[in-house]
Structure formats: structure tokens, C-alpha cells
């Protein structure tokens, strides 16, 4: 575990942040090619001028860990859900090594559990 990563491996706001490869760019154009310039989630063919421009997701969403499994080609749109989701779960990963119940303290019970759905990865 790197020491500025958290206990999952997720970057920590504090620390320097994590930098792309200097291949990132052969990398990234290598992976959307596998896919066809398909976006792995909805399925959606690249097309920037509808918000479906062709990305690539690391899913633990640390940029410097290229591996094959942390890396999914999505649309913007998917992959904006997506960091969304990542950010959300590193807000309350966060919170809990605070000391802090929960990111919905003023949520009923019923609602947190509807959020708590959302965030899995």
C-alpha cells in the first residue's frame, strides 16, 4: 500500500496527487481500440457531439495504476456517473476514518440505505 493512498487504495486529498503515466495517451488510444470505441457499460458508440465521447475509467481512481482490471472504456456520460459514484465512496471512506458515522447524517434511515446502494462499485 502506497502511504498516500488509504486503506483501499484511494487517494487521499491531502497528499501529492497521482499523475498519468507518460504513456497514458498510447495506453488510453489502446483500449478504446480494443473496444471498438464502445463505451463498456452502456454500450454507446463515440460520439462527442451527443456526450458520448469515448473515455477511459480507473475504476479505484488512481491514475498511475494502469492495470487492465482498474481500466474501463465509458462514455462521458457513464464516466462522469462514475466518478461521481468513486468520489462519493472516497467522501465517506474518509469520513469513516474520521470517526464520522455516516456522508447523511440528516438522511432517514430509509434514504441513506437508497444512497448506500448507489456507491457500489
Known sequence: MHP????IGI???HHLPDEY?????????????STAYRCQNCG??????????????HKNGIKSD???????????RCHLVEQSKLRLLQRKIEMELQGQNSIFPEMSENRK?????QLTI
Do not use: S
Request: charged share 25%; with cysteine; aromatic share 6%.
Open 4 to 7: 498516500e493512498n488509504n486503506i
Open 44 to 57: 454507446h458508440i463515440n460520439d462527442p457531439t451527443t456526450g458520448y465521447q469515448i473515455t477511459v475509467h
Open 66 to 76: 494502469c492495470r487492465p482490471e482498474n481500466l474501463i472504456v465509458l462514455c462521458q
Open 21 to 33: 503515466p507518460e504513456n497514458w495517451k498510447e495506453i488510453a488510444n489502446n483500449l478504446k481500440k
Open 113 to 117: 440505505k437508497e444512497y448506500q446502494g
Open 11 to 13: 487517494p487521499q486529498k
